[in-house]
């Protein structure tokens, strides 16, 4: 049984770019969240999808937008990056219907030079 | 600003030693914690969870406490091993997300 895969592990943009990232929730899992950490700190919530939806937002710009599929799969796209967007990029699943722990992907390094 | 957050942002432990990682958070409304571990390069582990209406709850090797009152919860580590060393992170549930202290850093020394 895989876990939380993402893709891909490593990438470097330019600023003023674009990037997507992708998920793969663990299997049986239909709710996925996505989280911003910064080099020593907490992961920071983006926004979570369910149902192909997004159900919640935390505190960031429009540039970072998602998408669910109807494989409960993810992507994350920003737009016009910016230095600042340096980050570890998580992925979690969970299931809906249980309020239990998520699991995390190992994550995508992105830096933007 | 985070309601979540942790004393201490390193602790270093000899082996063999009990670790206490602390947490205090600050949302009154929350009702689900869960204490994650972080190895460099990887994403959060799951370590151990527990809801409002318990003050305590125990796994292998590793305890959590919950004081409401004070809003502190504490992660106790056994017989502390040169593989626990990570960073760990408390978590709170705050509608559909979670959200993390900055993390303390645990150093286990041999």
């Known amino acids: 049984d895989a876990g939380v895969t993402q893709s891909p592990t490593h990438l470097i943009k330019t600023r003023g770019q674009q990037v997507t990232l992708r998920c793969s929730p663990k299997s049986g899992h239909d709710t996925v969240s996505w989280y911003q950490q910064a080099l020593g700190q907490g992961p920071q919530f983006i926004f979570q999808?369910?149902?192909?939806?997004?159900?919640q937002r935390g505190n960031f710009p429009d540039r970072f937008s998602g998408h669910q599929f109807p494989n409960y799969s993810s992507e994350l796209n920003v737009n016009a990056l910016l230095l600042g967007d340096s980050a570890l990029y998580l992925c979690?699943?969970?299931?809906?219907?249980?309020?239990?722990?998520?699991?995390f992907g190992q994550g995508t390094r992105l830096t933007v030079v | 600003g985070e309601s979540v957050g942790l004393h201490l942002p390193t602790l270093s432990v000899q082996e063999g030693d009990n670790s206490i990682i602390n947490c205090a958070y600050s949302n009154s409304a929350s009702d689900y914690f869960i204490w994650y571990k972080q190895e460099s390069g990887k994403g959060p582990q799951f370590i151990i969870d527990?809801?409002?209406?318990?003050d305590k709850r125990q796994g292998q090797r590793v305890t959590v406490l919950l004081n409401k009152t004070v809003k502190h919860l504490s992660l106790q580590i056994a017989a502390t091993q040169p593989g626990d060393s990570a960073v760990y992170f408390c978590a709170e549930t705050l509608g559909q997300n979670f959200v993390f202290g900055p993390g303390t850093r645990l150093s286990v020394l041999p």
């Open positions: 527990i809801r409002s209406n318990m």
């Open positions: 999808y369910y149902e192909e939806e997004e159900r």
């Open positions: 979690a699943s969970s299931l809906e219907s249980l309020n239990t722990e998520a699991f």
